[in-house]
């Protein structure tokens, strides 16, 4: 009996899909991302003086804009007493940190901002030594965590070689984790459109590492029971492959949407009771949950059918 409503059969669907939102997210997210000040350079200036807020705005970035540093933040806080500089921008270095932070402080001089360097209060610059270590971690987990799960799929699947490759199977469970690390990342940009004060931190990173571990668990699952169902259909004749993976994805669909409610109870729970930064990594893992639901049922197996090219031969008995 032929299900009401195949998956496999609406596969070029699911991937074209599945592409636009990735291209879109990819875009959206990195032409907007807001970085907190764990990932930049911060340059923070306090002169015990109080200015035209427009005015010395108005000085800072037409300086900064002379020297192609056209795309840098700058926030003042004004007060009885004091003002408050902070600029924020990508840099190359940390000299030319320093060297920015050197040629603000002569501005200042130089427009009369200031009489003297004794003016100026406090100064500090911010250096972004957690992205510098998050960095390295994050790729040497992510490559270690690779190497295994590439050993993982060319043994497990070896059995089905004459099918359709491991090395397929593989590189398609990395691209459905690439998807499900994207959509949270176009989430955040929405909020970020909506909140200014919604920043990629370090809450972000740690919630999209867990994803990536996550998210290629029902993937792996489903392969293991095209797998399975593969092996035992070894002696029938005129085996269509679609049938076999639309059968797999349907004994799989209950598990995945099980897991699916379970993990959404949890996070309702997180996000209503927990703190700013629990909400936030609760966020993060939402979306996740929806994203990785919707690539390991509609991408994952459609994606290798599609490159095992039965398609055209078997649309018709789908």
């Known amino acids: ?65 002379s020297i192609n540093y056209k795309d840098a933040k700058i926030f003042i806080d004004t007060q009885d007493i004091w003002t408050k500089i902070k600029i924020n921008t990508q840099i190359e270095s940390d000299d030319k ?40 971690t994050a790729r040497s987990a992510v490559l270690v965590w690779l190497v295994f799960m590439a050993i993982y799929m060319l043994i497990s699947f070896s059995v089905i070689r004459k099918v359709i490759s ?5 590189s398609i ?27 990629v931190d370090t809450v ?8 990536m571990w996550y998210s290629i668990n029902d993937t792996i699952i489903i392969f293991d029971r095209i797998r399975e169902n593969f092996q035992n259909k070894w002696w029938t004749k005129d085996i269509v492959y679609g049938k076999i993976f639309e059968q797999s994805l ?8 099980g897991t699916v409610l379970s993990t959404l109870l949890v996070i309702v729970a997180m996000y209503i009771f927990g703190t700013w930064d629990i909400k936030e990594f609760a966020f993060t893992i939402w979306i996740w949950v929806i994203a990785g639901s919707y690539s390991s049922i509609f991408i994952s197996a459609p ?12 649309k018709n008995k789908l």
């Open 1 to 65: 009996m032929k299900p009401r409503f195949s998956i496999i059969k609406r596969a070029p669907y699911w991937i074209l899909l599945w592409a636009c939102l990735l291209v879109v997210a990819h875009f959206l997210f990195f032409k907007n991302v807001q970085l907190s000040e764990e990932f930049t350079w911060w340059i923070n200036i306090w002169i015990s003086t109080n200015v035209e807020e427009q005015n010395l705005d108005s000085s800072i970035r037409t300086y900064l804009d």
């Open 97 to 136: 940190v320093a060297e920015l932070s050197r040629n603000i402080q002569n501005l200042l001089i130089e427009q009369k901002y200031i009489s003297s360097d004794e003016e100026i209060i406090e100064q500090s610059i911010i250096w972004p030594s957690v992205w510098s270590y998050m960095q390295k």
């Open 166 to 170: 491991p090395g397929i199977l593989a």
């Open 173 to 199: 469970t990395i691209l459905t984790m690439i998807f499900d690390i994207s959509i949270p990342a176009w989430a955040y940009w929405l909020r970020m459109m909506f909140d200014p004060t919604i920043q």
């Open 204 to 211: 972000f990173i740690i919630a999209i590492l867990t994803t």
């Open 250 to 257: 349907r004994q799989t669909m209950r598990r995945s949407f």
């Open 303 to 314: 994606l290798a059918y599609l490159i095992m090219w039965k398609y055209k031969k078997e």
